[in-house]
């Protein structure tokens, strides 16, 4: 893969070079890093890449910046020699790096995250199948998982996949684990989105599988190597319901990031099944109910989710 001076200048500036460790210096947040770009486009450069090789008190002309931001930024787009070594690696594993600036970056991601989408992902498998159909499956790995709500999964699953969408999962245990077994049972596509621990994640065995099918498309929002976080669980969840035409919620914490997506509607079509009680948060904030899994129309919805022009109501334009 090419790579431009604005992609490499975002890697150099966003991506931590070493999992579950502190950089010398922090690297920019998705925020903070859209907030750079925009001072960079203020300022009359071209791009994020103009900044490569510019010293220090050329940043701080350029950009009007303090020293120490200017220092921050000078000794992160220093680390060329490290990213290549990195990306070397990660080469040797499949697993490639989109930038924002990359004409291969999931255009869901950049225009539903439109304020701070993810400056680069981790990515392997089919790449074709990212920001086609999909529908996402979503549920904590600490709630054990009722014969009721499996077989409602897998159903919804197969019916998914015979509409041509893909399934989209946090790749954890629980839920996601059921929803990836009846994609391979069934002959579906799964795209795995991840907060961490992308390098074991590949190497399992029906993983692995599906990725060498061409069925599978993971992508990571974090380091290969990283632990997964509530941090991280956050950041993921907002690219999973953002690549998404329609979510459904089996349980929920409340403590990553659904009740966000509701909010900036990152996905028009959020159900919660109403058979786990911490889902009705979610529910009185705008979730569609879900009764029952296992019953549920899909071809009837995904007409709905293809058809509507106005967008499910939330509960915060009541506010």
Not at 5 to 23: I, Q
Not at 133 to 162: C, D, F, H, W, Y
Not at 173 to 183: D, H
Not at 267 to 278: E, F, K, N, Q, R
């Amino acid at each position: 893969m090419a790579y431009t001076k604005d992609a490499l200048a975002t890697m150099l500036l966003t991506m931590a070079l070493l999992a579950n460790r502190e950089e010398y210096v922090r690297p920019y947040g998705a925020q903070e890093f859209s907030r750079l770009e925009q001072r960079v486009r203020e300022c009359g450069l071209t791009g994020i890449g103009d900044l490569m090789g510019v010293d220090i008190s050329g940043l701080m002309i350029e950009l009007d910046l303090p020293e120490e931001e200017a220092y921050r930024i000078y000794t992160l787009l220093s680390r060329s020699v490290q990213l290549s070594y990195s990306m070397e690696r990660f080469m040797e594993l499949g697993i490639r790096i989109v930038t924002l600036h990359n004409d291969d970056y999931p255009a869901r991601l950049a225009q539903r995250l439109a304020s701070a989408p993810p400056p680069f992902l981790y990515r392997c498998g089919n790449a074709a199948l990212i920001g086609g159909p999909a529908v996402a499956i979503l549920g904590n790995s600490g709630v054990k998982t009722s014969q009721e709500m499996r077989q409602g999964v897998a159903r919804m699953v197969r019916e998914a996949s015979q509409c041509g969408y893909a399934i989209v999962t946090s790749g954890e245990l629980g839920v996601s684990r059921v929803a990836a077994i009846a994609v391979a049972e069934c002959g579906g596509r799964l795209i795995d989105v991840l907060g961490g621990g992308m390098e074991e994640h590949i190497a399992e065995a029906p993983f692995a599988a599906l990725l060498e099918e061409g069925r599978m498309a993971v992508v990571s929002t974090e380091h290969p190597e990283a632990l997964l976080t509530i941090t991280h669980a956050i950041a993921r969840n907002r690219a999973i319901f953002a690549l998404s035409d329609a979510a459904f919620v089996c349980n929920t914490d409340n403590r990553r990031g659904e009740t966000e997506a509701l909010r900036n509607r990152y996905c028009d079509w959020i159900y919660a099944w109403t058979g786990y009680p911490a889902n009705g948060t979610l529910i009185s904030r705008g979730a569609i109910p879900v009764a029952d899994f296992a019953g549920f129309d899909f071809e009837a919805a995904s007409r709905n989710w293809k058809n509507a022009q106005s967008e499910q109501l939330s509960f915060f334009d009541l506010m």
